[in-house]
C-alpha cells in the first residue's frame, strides 16, 4: 500500500484532526507570539505600534507570497500523489523550491526599496517613518529563509508529516517569545534595542524553523526528494503550480491591500482608529490561524482524495472541516462579545483607544461565524486546484465588497461605518461561497 493511502482509508474525522491538530497547535502558538511581539512592541510607545501596524501589511505581502507558492506545491504534491506519480510529486517539489529561492530574492529588494514611500503614504510623523524603517529594513532582508521555510512547510503537509511542521513552527516562535523582551528592554549584558530588537527576534526565530526544516529533511524521511541538480522543467508542473500559487498569492495579499485602504480611510478621521485596527489584526490572527491550521489540514487530504477520484468523500471532508471551523468561530464571537476591553487593554494603555476599540470589536466580531464558510470554502477549492474560484471569493471579502462599503458607509457613520462593513462584506461573501460549492460538487466527476 502506498505510505499516503491512509488519507483516503481512515475516517474522516479522526484523519482530519490528526492532520490538523499539529497545524493548529502551531498555530496557536503563532498567534501567541504575534501577541506578545505586539504587546512588548506598545510598551516601547505608541508610534512604536503604529509604525509595525503600518509595516504589518508589506510583511503580510511577503508571507503571501511565499504561503500562496507554497499552497501551489501543496495542491500538485497531494494531486500527484493521490494519482500514484510518485515522479512527478517530487519534480513538483523541486521545481517549486528552485522558485521559492528566487521569489525570497526578489522580496528583498522589491519591499526594502519601496518602504520610504509606502510608510509616507499613511504618515507624516517622522517618528513612525523611522521606527517603522528600522523595523523592515532587518525582518525584510531574510525574507528568503521565509519563502524557503514555508516550501518545506507545505511540501511536508502535502506528504501528512503534519508532525514535522509544528516542531518546526513552534520552535521558531517560541525562540521569538524569548527573545522579544529580552532584545527589546535589554537583560544583563544585553543592551535595550527597541523596535531593532523586536526585528533581530523575529529574524531569529524565522532562521530557526529554517534551520530545524533542514535538519529534519535531512535526517528523516519526508516522503518527497528535492532534486535541484536533476530537476525537469516540465511546463505543465509549472503551469499548476502558478495556476495554484498565483491565486493563493492573491488570496493572502489581499488583506494587505485591505489594510492599507482602510488605513487610508481611517486616518482621516484620528491616527487613534489604525491604531485599533492594527490592535484587531493581531487579535483576530488568535482565531482566524486556527482556522488556519484545519484548512492546511484539509487541504493535501481533499486534494489527495480529489486525485483518487473519491468524490463523496471530498464532500464530508469539505463539511466536517467547516464544522469544526465554526467552532472556533463561535468561541471567539462570545470572547470579543465578553471581553473586548480586556484585549484592546493587552496592546495600548490609552483610556480613549480603549474605550473606541471595544466598540469596534463588538461590531466586527459579528460576522465571525457567517465567515466560516468563505474561509472553509476557499481553502477547499485551492486543495482541489482551483485556485480562480478561490480568488474571486477572496477579492469579494476583501476588495469588492468591504472596501466600497468601509468608504461610503464611512461618509454618513464615520468609523462606525467602516466597522460595520466587516460583518456585511462577510455575509456576502458567504452566500456568494455557499451556491459557489454547491455548484462545484455537482459538477465534480
Partial sequence: MNNNDFMKTKPVLPLILSMSMPMVISMLVNSLYNIVDSYFVAKISENAMTSLSLVFPVQNFINSIAVGFGVGINAVISYFLGAKKKEQADNAASIGMLFSILHGILMIFICNLIMPSFLGMFTSDKEVIELGLKYSRIVFSFSIFICVSLTFEKVFQAVGKMTFTMISLMSGCIVNIILDPVLIFGLG??????????AIATVIGQLTTFLIYV????????????????????????????????????????????????????SSFSGMYVVILGIY??????????????????????????????KTRVKQIYHTTLALNSIIMIFGTIICLIIPGQLMGLFSTSPKTIHAGKTALRIICLGFIISTISVTASGALEGLGMGLKSLVISLLRYVIIIIPSAFILSRFAGVYGVWNSFWIAEVITASFSYIMVRRMFKRMP
Fill in 189 to 198: 549584558p544585553v543592551k535595550s534595542l527597541g523596535i531593532n530588537g523586536a
Fill in 215 to 266: 535538519f529534519i529533511y535531512l535526517r528523516k524521511d519526508a516522503g518527497i526528494k528535492f532534486k535541484l541538480r536533476n530537476i525537469s522543467f516540465d511546463i505543465s508542473i509549472i503551469k499548476k503550480l502558478y495556476a495554484v500559487g498565483i491565486p493563493a498569492t492573491l488570496n493572502m495579499a489581499l488583506p494587505s491591500v485591505l489594510t492599507s485602504a482602510l488605513n487610508a480611510i481611517l
Fill in 281 to 310: 489584526y493581531k487579535l483576530q490572527t488568535f482565531l482566524y490561524l486556527p482556522a488556519n491550521g484545519l484548512i492546511q489540514g484539509m487541504r493535501p487530504i481533499i486534494g489527495y482524495n480529489y486525485g483518487a477520484g473519491e
